[in-house]
């Protein structure tokens, strides 16, 4: 089974936009999939068409009432489950703090339940605290969705960093396998130019030990596509709301992508070098404005995030 956490702390940027379409596209075409809402605003529950407050205990109730994960998911299509989310997440990340192996509980859990499917998806809060955390924990996999305007890339560096020290510390198969564009705007130049920064940036990566060194910009990207906002309150992923629109060719393609991709982890080859993790100039010379977050990382000293970064 391939657990993918889709991960991005910046708001608003396409992340459930994605577990919901992609999973639905999966499920359709015959895999067994399971979607888990990490989120407090359960948009992920309420665009697969639940209401949360009809969630008793749900994604909350694994993560702090030790409920059982085959317990609490739901049947929401055909070959598609949910652990959906309800209000009570907001509180769990206060909650998690002074518990042992706060940031391992949803790998633990899901344990039990991993040969039941072929993929999970976790849609994951926009922030990097201790729900993302579980998710990072859980997974071998992070895709992470960016919607390429010019500030698309403030925070990236952080972001890899994350998932660099969960790699390092929790969690070694750990990998940044994909970015995936949405709301991709063909005809203005700037998502292009943010596309060619995040390919350079990522090129210096390759050859080294680092959690994102085979990590592409997938090969597909989702337009902007009005249907694909609509579909949400009626709760029904794309293909049930319009089946024909460029959001559904879109993520039908994302979800064909995944399925045929060869498993990301089972031919890796590590990298001798170590990572370059001098995330200098994420932003290029071509777009102005866009961020210039240099993170400095010592694995030999595993020194904390804070104490590593180094803002130019
Ligand atoms: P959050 O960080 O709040 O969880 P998110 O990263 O999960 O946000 P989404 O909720 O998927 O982002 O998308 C943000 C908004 O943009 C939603 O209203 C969604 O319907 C809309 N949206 C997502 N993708 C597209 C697209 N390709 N074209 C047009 N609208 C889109
Ligand atoms: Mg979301």
Same mark, same amino acid.
């Given at each position: 089974?391939?657990?993918?956490?889709?991960?991005?702390?910046?708001?608003?940027?396409?992340?459930?936009?994605?577990?919901?379409?992609?999973?639905?596209?999966?499920?359709?075409?015959?895999?067994?999939?399971?979607?888990?809402?990490?989120?407090?605003?359960?948009?992920?529950?309420?665009?697969?068409?639940?209401?949360?407050?009809?969630?008793?205990?749900?994604?909350?109730?694994?993560?702090?009432?030790?409920?059982?994960?085959?317990?609490?998911?739901?049947?929401?299509?055909?070959?598609?489950?949910?652990?959906?989310?309800?209000?009570?997440?907001?509180?769990?990340?206060?909650?998690?703090?002074?518990?042992?192996?706060?940031?391992?509980?949803?790998?633990?859990?899901?344990?039990?339940?991993?040969? &039941?499917?072929?993929?999970?998806?976790?849609?994951?809060?926009?922030?990097?605290?201790?729900?993302?955390?579980?998710?990072?924990?859980?997974?071998?996999?992070?895709?992470?969705?960016?919607?390429?305007?010019?500030?698309?890339?403030?925070?990236?560096? &952080?972001?890899?960093?994350?998932?660099?020290?969960?790699?390092?510390?929790?969690?070694?198969?750990?990998?940044?396998?994909?970015?995936?564009?949405?709301?991709?705007?063909?005809?203005?130049?700037?998502?292009?130019?943010? &596309?060619?920064?995040?390919?350079?940036?990522?090129?210096?990566?390759?050859?080294?030990?680092?959690?994102?060194?085979?990590?592409?910009?997938?090969?597909?990207?989702?337009?902007?596509?009005? &249907?694909?906002?609509?579909?949400?309150?009626?709760?029904?992923?794309?293909?049930?709301?319009?089946?024909?629109?460029?959001?559904?060719?879109?993520?039908?393609?994302?979800?064909?992508?995944?399925?045929?991709?060869?498993?990301?982890?089972?031919?890796?080859?590590?990298?001798?070098?170590?990572?370059?993790?001098?995330?200098?100039?994420?932003?290029?010379?071509?777009?102005?404005?866009?961020?210039?977050?240099?993170?400095?990382?010592?694995?030999?000293?595993?020194?904390?995030?804070?104490?590593?970064?180094?803002?130019?």
């Amino acid at each position: 089974m391939r657990t993918i956490a889709v991960l991005n702390q910046k708001g608003g940027v396409g992340k459930t936009t994605t577990v919901v379409n992609t999973v639905a596209a999966l499920a359709a075409m015959g895999s067994r999939v399971v979607a888990i809402d990490l989120d407090p605003q359960a948009h992920l529950t309420i665009h697969l068409g639940l209401e949360p407050q009809t969630i008793k205990s749900g994604s909350y109730g694994v993560l702090i009432q030790s409920a059982g994960f085959e317990e609490e998911i739901l049947l929401v299509r055909p070959n598609l489950w949910l652990l959906p989310a309800n209000i009570n997440l907001v509180g769990a990340e206060t909650e998690l703090v002074s518990v042992v192996g706060r940031e391992t509980i949803l790998r633990e859990a899901f344990r039990t339940a991993e040969d &039941k499917f072929d993929f999970c998806f976790i849609d994951c809060p926009p922030s990097l605290g201790l729900l993302t955390l579980n998710a990072l924990a859980a997974a071998q996999e992070v895709l992470i969705p960016i919607q390429p305007h010019f500030l698309a890339l403030q925070g990236f560096g &952080k972001l890899l960093q994350t998932v660099e020290l969960v790699n390092k510390r929790i969690n070694p198969q750990l990998k940044v396998n994909g970015i995936l564009l949405c709301m991709f705007e063909d005809r203005v130049s700037l998502p292009n130019e943010v &596309k060619a920064d995040i390919e350079q940036f990522l090129d210096k990566a390759r050859g080294t030990n680092c959690a994102w060194a085979q990590a592409r910009i997938l090969p597909v990207y989702i337009r902007k596509n009005i &249907k694909l906002a609509e579909a949400p309150g009626y709760g029904q992923t794309i293909f049930e709301y319009a089946p024909n629109c460029h959001g559904s060719e879109d993520y039908r393609k994302v979800a064909e992508f995944i399925h045929n991709q060869s498993q990301p982890n089972a031919n890796a080859t590590e990298g001798t070098k170590n990572c370059p993790i001098k995330i200098v100039d994420v932003a290029t010379t071509n777009s102005q404005n866009v961020a210039t977050e240099a993170i400095t990382v010592n694995h030999d000293t595993g020194c904390e995030p804070d104490n590593q970064l180094e803002r130019h």
